[in-house]
């Protein structure tokens, strides 16, 4: 089972900041924060990934509380192409590779 | 450099028949895995291939096996097809082996329709 909790839709205008927030309370020490996303009939498409600190690339920044028990995705400039299913989702970097998705955060961004 | 891709796009099979599809890795990657994403649903984790084994599993029947060739490619099989198994089905592959934290790059998917 998803080991995070998101809620299932947001709206946000194009322009604005798009703040996405997961709940992930029961995280573990070496656990990692991921957020991918999934555009309409496409796969998957990692954004960013953290562990305890702040982290900014060229697509999104990535905020985690100081307990670790939530974080919020940052898209700083919502476009219509951001329109997608935000995952975010915790793994460990020691245990395996594989993701275990939940049904995410529908983003919609309008005109 | 070409990311991961998948053949064929789409697919229309009825029940009770067998099914394969194929996945090529990204250039540099040597791990590949398999997902099914039902409609509205998040992808579900079937099982991940590193040097041309079944590594790990998710919970799926043994209905669904698998592949890995030694260019690092892979197929999925999927036998006695059920209405059920109409999914997306999505190869991921990564560039090492177990206990990374890199990226999973994911392919387009293919659509499998069950009728």
């Known amino acids: 089972d998803a080991k995070t909790t998101q809620p299932p839709s947001m709206d946000c205008a194009e322009g604005r900041a798009a703040n996405l927030p997961c709940n992930h309370s029961t995280i573990s020490g070496n656990e990692y924060v991921y957020w991918y996303r999934q555009i309409h009939s496409q796969g998957p498409q990692y954004i960013i990934h953290g562990l305890k600190n702040n982290e900014t690339n060229e697509m999104a920044s990535l905020i985690i509380t100081e307990d670790r028990k939530s974080s919020t995705l940052i898209l700083p400039h919502a476009t219509l192409r951001d329109t997608a299913v935000y995952y975010c989702?915790?793994?460990?970097?020691?245990?395996?590779?594989?993701?275990?998705f939940g049904t995410g955060t529908r983003l919609q961004v309008f005109p | 450099d070409a990311g991961v891709t998948q053949s064929p796009t789409h697919l229309i099979k009825t029940r009770g028949q067998q099914v394969t599809l194929r996945c090529s890795p990204k250039?540099?990657?040597?791990?590949v895995s398999w997902y099914q994403q039902a409609l509205g649903q998040g992808p579900q984790f079937i099982f991940q291939?590193?040097?041309?084994?079944?590594?790990q599993r998710g919970n799926f029947p043994d209905r669904f096996s698998g592949h890995q060739f030694p260019n690092y490619s892979s197929e999925l099989n999927v036998n006695a097809l059920l209405l059920g198994d109409s999914a997306l089905y999505l190869c991921?592959?990564?560039?090492?082996?177990?206990?990374?934290?890199?990226?999973?790059?994911f392919g387009p998917g293919t659509r499998l329709t069950v009728l």
């Open positions: 991921a592959s990564s560039p090492q082996g177990l206990g990374t934290i890199n990226e999973q790059f």
């Open positions: 989702i915790v793994r460990a970097s020691y245990n395996t590779d594989k993701l275990i």
């Open positions: 250039s540099g990657h040597d791990t």
């Open positions: 291939y590193y040097e041309e084994e079944e590594r």
